[in-house]
C-alpha cells in the first residue's frame, strides 16, 4: 500500500522514492513499496516547478547541484531562456540563460521592423569561428518544420522588435525561442526564414560579437503548492524512520491527503531563516549549502522542519493526535560532500570534530 494514495488498489511500484528530491542531491531512498508511481508521476510536475520555477531555482543556478544531483558541467542547473540585458545599452539584449551564476548567451536574430534593422549576435568567445557559427544558424532556421520554436512574451521589447534565438540541446523540449512584446501580433510560424538564412549567408545582416556588462531579469514565482513539496520531504524521512504501518495510521490523514492532493494549505508555512543548531556552544555547524529535517513532537503534536539549502525553511504540521513518537530526530543532507546522515550521528561527528579542533587548533569541516 501507497503510504500517500491509501485508499487506491490499482496502483503499481517502481524505483524507490528518494527522502530528498535527487534534484536537490538527496541520495537515500524508501523501500520501494512504500511511494507508488501513480503519486509520484501526479506529484512530480510540483517538484519539477519548485525545482525549475521557484525562487529556489536563483540558488540552484548558483550553487548547484545540477540535473538528478550531478555537479559535471554539462548537468548544471540553469534558468529558463530568457533575454538578458546589456548594461552599455539598455535597448540592446541578448538570448541566453544564466548558468552558475554566469550568463550564457544563444545565437540570435534580432529585427526591428520600424527600424527596419536586423542583426545576428553571438557572443566573442576565443577559437570559435563566427562564419561557422553563422552558417551553423542559418542552416538550422532554413528548415522551419525540423524546430522547436518557444514563444515568450517580454514587454521590455518595443512592440516592433523581435528575436529569435536558437541552439540545441540547451532545452528538453525547444531549441528556438521566439522573443516579442505581448502586443506584437507576428507569429513565430509567420517568419521569413529561408530568406533570413540567405542573407545571413549573403553578409547582408549585421553580425556583432557580444562581450560586455550585462542584467538578467528573470521572473520566478512562489505557488503554494510547493509547500506541499516541503512536507513531503519531512513525510518520506517520517517514513524512513517509522516504517510503512507507523505511516497508515489514521492520524496523519490530514497531511497526507493535503500532500497528495492538494487543497486549503492548514499544514505548512515559511519560518525565517534556517533551522536553528541544537547547540552551538559546542561549534556545531550545518553542512555549507546543506539540506535538514527535523521531526519534532510536543506531546501528542508532531511538527516536521524542512530547511532546503539551510535557507528556505518550511515548518509543518505533521499530526496533531501521533501517540509514542519518541525523542525528536533529524536527517541532514549535505550534497556537496555526496553524504547523508540521522541527526544524532552527524551531531556526534561535530562534537568529535570540535574536541580535535580544541586539541590542534584546526576544525575539520
Known sequence: MCIYYTKRTDLTYGAGE????AGLGGIKKLPVDM???????????????????????????????????????????????????NLDDNEDMTVG???????????????????????????NYDGVDVN????????????????????????????????????????????????????????ASSLPFVALADALRNGQLDSQEKDHKVRSHQTLNWREEYFRIFAKYCFNYLAQ???????????????????ANGGANKFASFIEGGIPVPNDDLGIRWPKYGHIILLIPHGDVLYGFCSLYNG???KVLLSESVKDF??????????????????????AIQASQFVSHRQTGKLER
Open 18 to 21: 528518494h527522502i530528498i528530491s
Open 35 to 85: 511511494v507508488s508511481q501513480e503519486f509520484n508521476n501526479d506529484i512530480s510536475k510540483y517538484e519539477r516547478w519548485l525545482l525549475k520555477n521557484s525562487i529556489l531555482n536563483a540558488t540552484r543556478q548558483i550553487i548547484g547541484p545540477g540535473s538528478r544531483g550531478k555537479m559535471a558541467e554539462r548537468y548544471e542547473s540553469k534558468s529558463d531562456i530568457h533575454l538578458i540585458e
Open 97 to 123: 540563460y544564466i548558468q552558475k551564476g554566469k550568463p550564457r548567451s544563444l545565437t540570435a536574430l534580432s529585427y526591428d521592423s520600424q527600424r527596419q534593422t536586423c542583426s545576428f549576435n553571438t557572443r
Open 132 to 187: 561557422a557559427v553563422i552558417d551553423a544558424f542559418a542552416s538550422a532556421i532554413e528548415c522551419p518544420s525540423d524546430l522547436h520554436i518557444k514563444t515568450i512574451l517580454d514587454d521590455r521589447l518595443p512592440i516592433s522588435k523581435i528575436y529569435l534565438g536558437h541552439q540545441k540541446g540547451v532545452d528538453s523540449r525547444y531549441d528556438t525561442f521566439f522573443f516579442k512584446h505581448s502586443g506584437n501580433s507576428l507569429e
Open 241 to 259: 524512520k517509522k516504517g510503512k504501518e507507523f505511516m497508515l495510521q489514521v492520524c496523519f490523514d490530514p497531511v497526507r491527503e493535503w500532500i
Open 312 to 314: 528556505y525553511t518550511v
Open 326 to 347: 519518541g525523542a525528536s530526530d533529524g536527517f541532514i543532507c549535505d550534497w556537496l560532500e555526496k553524504k547523508e546522515f540521522e541527526l544524532q550521528h552527524y551531531l
